[in-house]
């Protein structure tokens, strides 16, 4: 199988959901549609939890000592949420997301409440399907030629998710597709061309802080909280570099 397949494969799971979600979402009532989301929201902060729990593991814990970790994770935040906030990302994401809309009226509306659901579906559904450990761990071994394991399964919750996801927010979501490909086949390609990229410590510091970030995903999801996630995007590039300067330390 060619490398990059599991990224081919993620795209089209995600955009014959989307397709599937919309043609649903008319037939449902905004009452269901935000119990779907609300939903959405609870098992993403489920898969937030376990991937966040990768703070403990023991490789992880041996590599830098025992108080380093939960520390770790913090300072790539901190870190992280400045470079990001600076960058503009979640406004850049937003501009993206609107950029697309623009180009498809006709499919999505020009009103205003239609082009806020493209955006707020292209965003939300981007930082969903590409922050997390299935999309950086997956598309590696891809690269390296391990198999798409991973992102075969990441495909099937991805699709089953953007149904869901596009029942409430419509088209934008199916947009997110482009996100896909351009993050996973860019580390796909990073695999391929670097071999084996980082040690296990260095890719449990990037889970666990790939898990609180989707924490923020979720009380978006839930509408607690419009917490900028995109802004906080650096933070997985800071965290191994964190592992890297400890291990080094010690």
């Known amino acids: 199988m060619f490398r990059g397949a599991g990224t081919a494969l993620n795209v089209l799971t995600v955009l014959v959901g989307s397709g599937l979600g919309v043609l649903l979402g008319h037939r449902l009532p905004q009452r269901t549609r935000d119990v779907v989301t609300d939903g959405l929201g609870l098992v993403t902060l489920l898969v937030a939890a376990i991937s966040a729990a990768a703070v403990l593991d023991p490789d992880l814990v041996d590599a830098v000592g025992s108080s380093a970790p939960v520390l770790i994770v913090l300072g ?3 870190v992280g949420g400045i470079l990001g906030s600076l960058l503009r990302i979640e406004e850049r994401l937003e501009g993206i997301g609107e950029a697309i809309r ?3 009226p006709a499919a999505v509306g020009s009103d205003g409440e239609a082009r806020r659901r493209f955006v707020e579906g292209f965003v939300t559904a981007s930082l969903v399907f590409c922050v997390g450990p299935l999309t950086i761990l997956g598309a590696l071994d ?3 030629g391990r198999g798409i394991d991973k992102l075969a399964l990441k495909a099937t919750l991805d699709g089953f998710a953007a149904v869901a996801f596009a029942a409430s ?5 199916a947009a997110s597709a482009l996100a896909i490909a351009t993050v996973q086949g860019s580390l796909t ?3 391929f061309a670097l071999g084996g990229l980082l040690p296990e410590p260095h890719l449990l510091a990037l889970t666990a802080t790939g898990g609180l970030l989707l924490v923020g995903v979720s009380l ?3 509408r607690l909280r419009a917490v900028p996630v995109g802004d906080l995007l650096p933070a ?3 965290a191994p570099l964190l592992v890297e300067v400890i291990v080094r330390a010690r």
Do not use: N, P, Q, S
């Open 142 to 144: 891809d690269g390296l």
């Open 169 to 173: 927010l419509g088209w934008g979501v």
């Open 76 to 78: 790539a935040v901190l």
């Open 189 to 191: 390609l990073l695999g």
């Open 236 to 238: 997985l590039l800071i």
């Open 220 to 222: 978006r999801l839930l």
């Open 102 to 104: 623009a180009r498809l």
